[in-house]
């Protein structure tokens, strides 16, 4: 069984069942399928208000991790601040498409999926969760 931890409560939850979402940036460049423990509105979604997020606008959820069926050249990476984090967006469109820690002590590998790019969800029925990013910045690597 592939346990994660739930962002919210910090219970393990379960991966190895779960929702399978396809998603793509907008100009459809980079197509990918994710796994997440169950369906959108069930699951904690956060809205940080970092200063890259709050630029981009992402919805995140944490899956173990994605898989790019098409265009992962497209894929840039970015990081800022600590390098913590690699920021992985469409180098065409723009598009925040996932993002991945790198620190083993902030949720390290997990994915932090925009949700706002996953086909089928209907963002008025997700309650979001706001998180202090703006100050926040993860331990030195």
Same mark, same amino acid.
């Given at each position: 069984?592939? &346990?994660?931890?739930?962002?919210?409560?910090?219970?393990? *939850?379960? #991966?190895?069942?779960?929702?399978?979402?396809?998603?793509?940036?907008?100009?459809?460049? *980079? &197509?990918?399928? *994710?796994?997440?423990?169950?369906?959108?509105?069930?699951?904690?979604?956060?809205?940080?208000?970092?200063? =890259?997020?709050?630029?981009?606008?992402?919805?995140?959820?944490?899956?173990?991790?994605?898989? +790019?069926? #098409?265009?992962?050249?497209?894929?840039?990476? =970015?990081?800022?601040?600590?390098?913590? +984090?690699? $920021?992985?967006?469409?180098?065409?469109? %723009?598009?925040?498409? =996932?993002?991945?820690?790198?620190?083993?002590?902030? $949720?390290?590998?997990?994915?932090? $999926?925009?949700?706002?790019?996953?086909?089928?969800?209907?963002? %008025?029925? $997700?309650?979001?969760?706001?998180?202090? %990013?703006?100050?926040?910045?993860?331990?030195?690597?």
């Amino acid at each position: 069984m592939a &346990l994660s931890q739930n962002s919210e409560k910090g219970d393990p *939850v379960d #991966q190895s069942t779960g929702v399978t979402y396809e998603g793509s940036c907008h100009c459809k460049a *980079v &197509l990918y399928s *994710v796994k997440l423990p169950s369906e959108i509105p069930s699951l904690p979604v956060i809205s940080c208000n970092c200063s =890259y997020c709050h630029v981009s606008g992402s919805f995140h959820a944490f899956a173990d991790d994605i898989e +790019i069926r #098409q265009g992962e050249e497209a894929l840039k990476e =970015y990081r800022f601040g600590t390098h913590s +984090i690699k $920021i992985f967006f469409c180098g065409t469109c %723009g598009a925040n498409v =996932y993002n991945r820690s790198v620190n083993p002590k902030f $949720i390290f590998g997990k994915c932090a $999926i925009n949700v706002r790019l996953l086909q089928g969800v209907d963002l %008025g029925a $997700i309650e979001v969760t706001k998180r202090e %990013g703006k100050d926040f910045y993860p331990p030195p690597l």
